[in-house]
């Protein structure tokens, strides 16, 4: 079984629809993918029909933007949860309507160095998509600046740049009281992905954890050794859920399908505990 819990597609800041998404991952040899957009979970139904047309597997599923308390960036999948549960939609639309102020701040001060419009980054996001910082690098790559997004996340538009902007998403811990509560599957997205910026505390963690946290992301391209040897510490320490999966962005980033898969029995253990929505699983 192959098994890949975490891909974007362009509802957010991959490159491909969903259903090109899971036609790519079937064509990759993956039994079962999740689709795990940020912030939003409008690619569903398009990525079900397809993984049933296709015959592989479908986890609903979907990556939440947070900030924990020392303003460190955390990012957290959610699997299987009622994606019409409203206090977490209240919580979601935060930091979607943020991030399009945020990202027009971005641009505004790139634009006193680069030929950079707002309208040339909306260009580049399909509408209502989750607008981010790839969407403004693919901006830049049609304008020239940079011949790639991690050219631009390399430099102009990291959050050490003197370019960035953050904007307000919504605590880690309550995060995860949020998909618990919406009968979702909670699990640390990357925690040791130091490459990115900082890394969050100890104590961050052990908030995750107390409020319900499921699982953690071990497997993942970004995460150091030395932060894969903790993680693995930790999740026999607190019984948690432990994945792989490759971040997919179709041609946004690096990342193969499947570069990095999860344990049949971690993702039974994930299908136990998600009550939100169902799965589609192939028999
Ligand atoms: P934002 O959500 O706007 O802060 O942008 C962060 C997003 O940029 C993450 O979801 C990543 O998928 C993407 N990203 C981060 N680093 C890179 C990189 N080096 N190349 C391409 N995409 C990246
Ligand atoms: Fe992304
Ligand atoms: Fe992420
Ligand atoms: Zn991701």
Redesign the pocket.
């Known amino acids: 079984m192959r098994i890949d819990l975490h891909t974007h597609s362009n509802v957010s800041?991959g490159t491909e629809t969903p259903a090109e998404l899971i036609t790519a991952a079937a064509a990759a040899g993956l039994d079962v993918v999740a689709l795990t957009d940020?912030d939003q979970t409008s690619g569903w139904d398009q990525a079900r029909v397809t993984a049933q047309d296709l015959g592989i597997g479908f986890i609903p599923g979907m990556e939440i933007?947070c900030q924990d308390s020392h303003g460190i960036s955390v990012h957290l999948l959610s699997y299987l949860h009622d994606p019409s549960y409203q206090p977490l939609l209240d919580e979601l639309a935060v930091s979607l309507n943020s991030r399009i102020v945020r990202a027009q701040r971005i641009v505004e001060r790139l634009a006193e160095d680069y030929p950079i419009s707002w309208e040339l980054v909306t260009e580049h996001c399909q509408p209502g998509a989750t607008v981010?910082?790839?969407h403004i690098a693919d901006a830049l790559v049609t304008a020239g600046v940079v011949a790639h997004?991690?050219e631009a996340?390399a430099n102009i538009l990291s959050s050490r740049s003197r370019y960035y902007v953050s904007h307000p998403a919504i605590n880690p811990a309550a995060a995860v009281r949020l998909v618990r509560e919406a009968g979702g599957v909670p699990v640390f997205a990357h925690p040791k992905a130091a490459l990115?910026g900082r890394v969050v505390p100890e104590s961050t963690v052990h908030e995750m954890i107390e409020a319900g946290l499921g699982g953690v992301e071990v497997y993942h391209r970004d995460n150091s050794a030395e932060g894969k040897e903790q993680l693995l510490a930790l999740a026999s320490e607190h019984d948690l859920i432990v994945t792989g999966s490759s971040d997919y962005?179709g041609t946004?980033?690096l990342n193969r399908l499947g570069e990095n898969l999860t344990e049949p029995a971690m993702l039974e253990r994930i299908l136990a505990q998600g009550t939100g929505t169902s799965a589609q699983l192939q028999s």
């Open positions: 800041d940020h933007t981010g910082r790839p997004r991690n996340f990115r962005h946004g980033k």
